[in-house]
């Protein structure tokens, strides 16, 4: 496996470890807007989560479009390619929001000063809906939709995006009905972390498709011997994130 693909293969889990990661180091400052060590360590672990939940979504969409004996088109490859536009959107709002953060977290000297800063960069125009608002959390619904749409593919199987969607939904229940601070927070970014791992994975072999090296069962492999066969591995180990 090339480093590349190797490092798709991780996203699926380093990104929800990353997120969860996050929401335990903002536990000392009760998830409060307070400048500091947690605060920075916290935003930081976030940014590192988003930038392999970009890897991720990449990586999903290389799930869909990784068999060749059946190619994704028509209304299936809108839906696969739009669904990736949305996730790689919301995860550069949140990406943005996260640098943002971190450059107020610095200036700031006290928690009503970050607050400060923070309401005058909302008042810009578009910050406040795309930055901190649906665009962001477009992000979620997008790998939701992902995981439904490699499932109907059969790229990866029910229970990886049904485990996956149920981590989104509870997290955004929990969200917006107890709030950020809420141990369902953490339990949903538990759920969503076990669904993306699933997901990682593809299909088990003699279902269809592998476990998510990229290697296509269904394709015919050459008799024992034949030179051909450790091309097509080697073409076929690199698809994940095409």
Not at 45 to 71: E, H, Y
Not at 141 to 159: D, G, H, I, K, M
Not at 187 to 196: F, H, N, P
């Amino acid at each position: 496996m090339n480093p590349a693909n190797r490092l798709a293969q991780i996203s699926f889990t380093a990104g929800p470890a990353a997120l969860l990661a996050g929401w335990f180091l903002m536990r000392p400052i009760h998830g409060g807007l307070e400048p500091g060590p947690w605060w920075t360590a916290a935003h930081l672990a976030w940014l590192a989560a988003f930038a392999m939940f970009g890897l991720m979504t990449l990586a999903m969409r290389g799930l869909a479009m990784r068999d060749p004996s059946r190619p994704v088109t028509g209304g299936r490859r809108v839906a696969v390619e739009s669904m990736t536009v949305l996730a790689l959107f919301g995860v550069a709002a949140n990406l943005a929001q996260l640098v943002i953060d971190l450059y107020t977290g610095f200036a700031a000297a006290d928690g009503e000063a970050l607050r400060g800063l923070l309401d005058d960069v909302k008042g810009f125009p578009g910050v406040e809906p795309v930055v901190y608002g649906p665009g962001a959390q477009l992000f979620y619904a997008a790998v939701l939709a992902q995981a439904v749409v490699l499932a109907v593919l059969r790229r990866v199987t029910p229970v990886s995006a049904a485990v996956t969607a149920g981590g989104v939904v509870l997290l955004a229940v929990a969200t917006f009905e107890a709030g950020r601070n809420s141990a369902l927070v953490a339990l949903g970014m538990a759920v969503l972390w076990l669904g993306t791992l699933l997901l990682g994975r593809g299909r088990p072999a003699g279902t269809g498709t592998d476990t998510g090296t990229g290697t296509d069962t269904g394709t015919a492999t050459p008799a024992p011997g034949s030179r051909g066969q450790g091309a097509t591995t080697s073409r076929t180990s690199t698809q994940l994130l095409r």
